[in-house]
């Protein structure tokens, strides 16, 4: 469909959900999470303030923007940050994720 | 003990606007919150950021939201018992129940309501194996009373706005204040970074970026850290270590009070008065959940008025409830005072 992408997100479990995104609402991935009431907490609302958004990307896909100062500065504080890390709040969604794949990070 | 009409558990914006919805209908309120200040996530996580969906503010500051809404209420005498965990609610009997905290605080009142919001505030804690034994004996994780700090050595690690408030604070009363952070770059508001600079070139703050606490040493209390800086560990005395990585909300004991939880959020009738599985315990604000729930902190207050005046009707079942205008009846507080509108008068213009 016109703008709409589908992106496949693991949980903590390890259970796969197909999210299927628009990308013409001012999305971001982590917003599509939260939607599909995916276990994410996103407490600070999106704001790169409490790194609950945390997530791996696990495929190469193009067009997923560069981390702002902002994600890089937080994702510096995770314990668990990897160099596969995003928070998921800061990635507005385009057509251009379509087949996306990510994983939920664990705290 | 402290006795009230109402216990208000969390004193975010729903939390508050429930006392001057209780005081309205003469019922006392007394607050508990885990933190040590109130306003709940506005104070907590974006006190200087605005909010712009507040009816008739086009904008306003979160904290300053917080403190008009302390303004309001304040005529209505709340009690706070703050920096306190409610652990434990039992019902005693009909219209009592009894809410205990972490250290031990006995609260009784005639209703509950629930306005705890994502939870109470936990810290994220460092990933050092004997941090828990060096908890309170020289590990803080949060700054209570800055006075403790006094004359002693100090070490907080941490690159956000609350590492960088409290080092450039605590570094005015300490013998020597570290401030360790992982990377160079800080995240904070501009002129705390700029203070921080201002400081370390005064001698005042000891920088280490980037840097990491890697080891604790001590008998009883904390003695030393271990700090790993550029490929090298050295050891630093000092007398607290205070990590500042941010915080994180969790359900914790509310889950275990045999109410209705779904999906982290306790469940209630929004069709009327949003009270719980347990008559005389309600929850208002973003810890309930029902068909459609918004999160926002206009459904919190919307909800903080329906269940006073629920609570109303089961202390008071002879009485019949009216809704007044505050316009009209004007507002008595518990202290005294009144506020009310201009009178009209009967006057001919000559
Ligand atoms: C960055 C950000 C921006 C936001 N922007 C907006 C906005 O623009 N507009 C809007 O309407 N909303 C906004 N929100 C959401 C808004 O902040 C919440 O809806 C609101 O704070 C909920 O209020 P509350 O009183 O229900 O709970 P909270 O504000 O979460 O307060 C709950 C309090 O309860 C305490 N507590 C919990 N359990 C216990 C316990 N067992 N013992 C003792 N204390 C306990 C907690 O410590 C906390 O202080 C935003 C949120 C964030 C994070
Ligand atoms: S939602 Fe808080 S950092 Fe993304």
């Not at chain 2, 005498?77 to 009592?96: D, Q, R, S």
Request: proline letters at 5%.
């Amino acid at each position: 469909m016109k703008n709409e992408i589908i992106i496949t997100v693991k949980d903590l479990k390890g259970k796969h959900h197909i999210l299927h995104c628009p990308t013409d609402m001012g999305f971001t991935l982590k917003d599509m999470c939260v939607a599909y009431e995916l276990p994410m907490e996103a407490v600070c609302g999106g704001m790169a303030m409490c790194a609950t958004c945390h997530c791996y990307i696990l495929n190469d896909i193009i067009g997923i923007p560069q981390k702002n100062d902002a994600e890089t500065a937080l994702l510096s504080e995770v314990m668990t940050t990897t160099a596969n890390s995003r928070l998921a709040c800061q990635i507005p969604l385009t057509n251009e994720m379509n087949g996306l794949y990510i994983e939920i990070a664990s705290e | 003990m402290i006795e009230t009409d109402i216990l208000i558990i969390g004193a975010g914006p729903a939390g508050l606007f429930t006392v001057f919805e209780a005081g309205l209908l003469k019922m006392r309120c007394h607050i508990i919150d885990a933190l040590p200040q109130i306003g709940g996530q506005l104070s907590e996580l974006y006190p200087k950021k605005p909010i712009f969906d507040i009816p008739g503010f086009p904008s306003v500051l979160a904290g300053g939201l917080i403190d008009n809404l302390y303004e309001q209420i304040k005529q209505f005498k709340p009690g706070f018992t703050l920096n306190e965990y409610a652990i434990n609610l039992t019902k005693i009997e009909e219209n009592l129940f009894e809410v205990t905290t972490n250290k031990g605080t006995v609260h009784r009142a005639k209703a509950i309501v629930i306005a705890g919001g994502l939870g109470s505030f936990e810290p994220k804690k460092p990933l050092i194996d004997e941090i828990s034994s060096f908890e309170e004996k020289g590990v803080n994780y949060f700054v209570k009373n800055p006075e403790d700090y006094t004359g002693k050595n100090v070490v907080i690690a941490g690159g956000g706005d609350s590492a960088l408030d409290w080092a450039i604070h605590l570094s005015e009363i300490t013998s020597s204040l570290t401030l360790i952070h992982r990377r160079n770059e800080f995240r904070g508001a501009l002129d705390s970074v700029e203070k921080v600079r201002l400081l370390k070139q005064k001698g005042k703050i000891n920088l280490i970026t980037p840097a990491e606490v890697t080891q604790l040493h001590g008998n009883e209390t904390l003695e030393a850290v271990s700090v790993e800086h550029e490929g090298e560990t050295k050891t630093i005395k000092t007398d607290y270590f205070i990590p500042l990585f941010g915080l994180v909300p969790r359900l914790g004991p509310i889950a275990n009070w045999g109410l209705e939880i779904e999906r982290n959020a306790v469940k209630v009738d929004n069709s009327t008065d949003y009270s719980t599985n347990i008559p005389g315990i309600y929850a208002v604000g973003d810890i309930n959940t029902y068909p459609h729930k918004m999160k926002l902190i206009l459904c919190g207050f919307h909800e903080a008025a329906m269940a006073c005046q629920s609570i109303y009707q089961r202390l008071n079942p002879n009485k019949k409830f009216v809704l007044k205008y505050t316009t009209v009846s004007g507002i008595d507080g518990f202290d005294g005072t009144r506020k009310e509108a201009e009178k009209q008068v009967v006057a001919s213009i000559d």
